[in-house]
């Protein structure tokens, strides 16, 4: 496929505290080899080198986390690394990715993705790529939508309105309605429903026409990337940069931007493969469960009567063995310095754990 | 207390298979820190030393362990630490310290105790060993039983027979049966029944009477301690105990003895507050919960949503932190090679986790 303008924006300052004992401050989600031998982040990349030239493949990340990136993907040019100066939330970064790109292609068309999601059907992936670009080449902003497969509480979901047309064999809608994460009974009727494709935070745009909409929505955003536009490439880039950074407010581009945007299209994916890797429990939508149900990942593993659960050892100094005896259903993750035993259907409230080790200043295991 | 010749005998030679992964082949039970700061075996001798001088007190135990054994309890005069040659049985192990007693004094009156079993309240276990004491010079052999407190399966029961009389203000019963580890339903009519003890493994007779009863019971043991008796305290001691010893049939006092003997007695203890700390899930009658039910144990612990789970952690070179997350019922136990996850109410199957390191040859983590 590879068009001339057409350039990815891998988003990677994340840290993932769902994935908390292996995810930690030093070790973000997206840096992990979480699924394959790979890291979610290395996995991102090569499943774009197919689509996109390595010279338009492109990083945004934190200053932290700049190096191992690095060193995870070498053959991305390092001037396509953009360091953050501070995280300000989704809605800058895009900004500043849109600024970089225009800055060396006043044409570009942007797909910008999380570093730390999993798609099993890469070329379907790609199919839907190059269909988005065909309609950002339009002017629309335009998200790629994942088919709910069942109520979920934790996505943000896109509601469909009046078709498009068929771009690459993709069929494409206007969206109607952003819906953030929504209560059990609201997924449910959606689910109902139909028209709603669950928001995968993937996007494709004109560099161009997101900003125009920054413009309009978020006008403090626009003015001060008017001014690191100005100085992008010059002596003064870092400088400028540095100093308007931390004063931008924090705001996701969804919010920010997309819930209020005047020409946003939809691509519903039907059978990506996709997960966002945001719990644990998503772990068994992405490995293989044994004839037990059982996902035993890392070390060695001894399962007794035990059904359903997820054991992941991280490999370090010492080798260890996890036995699992009579239960069913329960998440185990095993670190050098932590331990998490959990119920599968409460491990999205990881974070908690998280929050708790913050409260009570146990640094050492953030 | 104190009489002259009274003596206890401690057997220390177990492994204690269901306490894996903390109680290991080299570090048997009895040697771990698993209630207090002592081990369960320096809290035998401690709850022991109000009761009998020290030189009264011995050891029993298989050669592999005397090293750890004298370095945890260093106040018991060496002599009295009787190596097996090898695990043949409390048959045999009562026999040959029954032999060293006598060849020290002839009148000797022995208390042959478990050198891991929790006993809370001490005075009340200092009375009923002095209740056995006259019981025992009568003739007697003498079982302390416990009052069952639920139709536990993992204990042998004994049936009382008519009253023999009180002895130091304990009430004493001729023994009508022992029965061996019933299955649910007899459990539960023994229960109902009354009138039944566990069979604490605890038992005080006169050396000379149970010798008496190996004799006609066992006659081949009863042989090779003639022969061992006649070398004790010779030069020949090692030589004969090493060449006769691998040759004993591997029996229990229990089955081998006490089913078959004639004059046996009990005397029930009641609110003894006894545990053979034979499985996780006994911690649980020993230990205090929290408010939430939970026993968290060694390193670090966060708990959200979760009740009544045990989680024990070994302090290793790292500390741990152990985040638990919406389960019940679980029991957590951390070594620095080995994690064990059990519901509760299975942890008395994890001893089938120990076979299947055997049978599987993963002999490091036995």
Chains 1, 2 share one sequence.
């Not at 979610?40 to 010279?55: D, I």
């Not at 109902?192 to 669950?198: V, Y």
């Not at 920010?256 to 996709?274: N, Y």
Request: with cysteine.
């Amino acid at each position: 496929m590879t068009h001339p303008h057409y350039h990815a924006v891998i988003m990677a300052g994340g840290s993932g505290t769902r994935l908390w004992p292996l995810s930690r401050r030093r070790h973000p989600k997206h840096l992990l080899a979480l699924l394959e031998a790979s890291t979610l982040f290395q996995s991102t990349v090569a499943r774009l080198q197919g689509a996109f030239p390595l010279k338009q493949i492109w990083v945004v990340t934190v200053r932290d986390q700049m190096q191992a990136l690095q060193a995870q993907a070498p053959a991305i040019p390092p001037e396509n690394y953009l360091p953050e100066p501070a995280p300000r939330g989704t809605a800058s970064v895009v900004g500043l990715a849109a600024v970089a790109l225009r800055h060396r292609d006043p044409n570009a068309v942007m797909a910008v993705l999380p570093s730390d999601h999993y798609i099993r059907h890469v070329a379907l992936f790609h199919r839907l790529l190059n269909a988005a670009y065909l309609l950002a080449q339009e002017g629309f902003l335009v998200t790629l939508g994942i088919a709910p497969t069942y109520p979920a509480t934790g996505y943000g979901y896109i509601q469909r309105g009046e078709p498009l047309g068929i771009y690459a064999d993709m069929k494409a809608y206007r969206v109607r309605r952003f819906k953030e994460k929504p209560d059990p009974l609201t997924a449910r009727q959606m689910l109902a429903q139909g028209g709603h494709s669950w928001n995968s935070g993937m996007f494709v745009w004109r560099a161009d026409a997101i900003l125009t909409e920054i413009r309009r929505q978020m006008p403090d955003l626009a003015a001060a990337l008017d001014e690191i536009a100005a100085a992008w490439g010059t002596p003064q880039q870092e400088t400028v940069l540095a100093r308007l950074w931390p004063g931008l407010r924090t705001e996701t581009v969804d919010y920010g931007v997309m819930e209020g945007a005047e020409r946003v299209a939809v691509i519903p994916a039907q059978g990506l493969g996709w997960s966002d890797v945001g719990s644990w429990e998503s772990l068994f939508d992405v490995l293989n469960p044994d004839a037990d149900g059982n996902i035993l990942r890392g070390g060695e593993h001894i399962s007794i009567d035990a059904r359903d659960n997820l054991v992941f050892v991280k490999n370090g100094h010492v080798r260890k063995l996890v036995a699992v005896l009579g239960v069913e259903n329960v998440v185990v993750v095993d670190t050098e310095d932590a331990l998490l035993v959990c119920s599968r259907d409460q491990s999205q409230r990881v974070k908690e754990i998280v929050n708790t080790l913050k409260e009570q200043e146990m640094d050492e295991y953030l």
